[in-house]
């Protein structure tokens, strides 16, 4: 992994789609395992939200995090399936400069090895400014996997968006 230099720690915020945890019906189990690796890669948690699966809501959060917060990295879990709530790509790739497909992709093919459902996963993965968004599945299970996919790229991608040189040597 490459480590963020410590005179640039990396800012993230947290955000969880979820109707029945907004509504106060169920615990936000995949946030936290979100807010646990983010020290794994030198993160700090600047904020932490719980909404509703509302598209205007969720590119207004998103827009808030990269533009107004200016944190380095959101992750969002929840809303990524194919039902007709599931908006959270959508809302993503509404509000991102570009997608990063690469990431996403990673993250579906070791998901499909795990279980077929993977397949139905649409998470997205893009850049609004100097933020890299990154939608993961509801479950705290895919959240896990994915978190494992992510962790020795993100604090390179990082480097990468604040303009920092890279020799792009993949981790060992």
């Not at 106060?24 to 189990?29: F, K, L, P, S, W």
């Not at 890669?41 to 995090?65: C, M, T």
């Amino acid at each position: 992994m490459t480590a963020v230099p410590k005179e640039a720690s990396l800012r993230a915020a947290v955000m969880t789609m979820s109707d029945m945890g907004a509504r106060g019906e169920r615990a936000d189990t995949s946030g936290d395992r979100i807010v646990e690796f983010l020290p794994t890669i030198g993160a700090e948690l600047v904020e932490r939200a719980l909404i509703a699966d509302e598209r205007e809501q969720i590119k207004a959060q998103l827009i808030r995090f990269a533009d107004e917060l200016k944190v380095d990295l959101v992750i969002t879990t929840g809303g990524t399936g194919i039902s007709p709530r599931d908006v959270t790509p959508d809302a993503t790739a509404a509000v991102v400069d570009y997608q990063v497909p690469g990431i996403a992709e990673a993250m579906r093919v070791y998901s499909v090895q795990k279980t077929p459902f993977g397949m139905l996963s649409r998470q997205v993965v893009g850049v609004r400014g100097r933020t890299l968004i990154v939608n993961l599945p509801g479950s705290p299970k895919g959240v896990a996997e994915c978190l494992e996919v992510l962790q020795p790229v993100l604090g390179h991608a990082v480097l990468m968006l604040r303009g920092f040189p890279s020799d792009h040597v993949p981790p060992s």
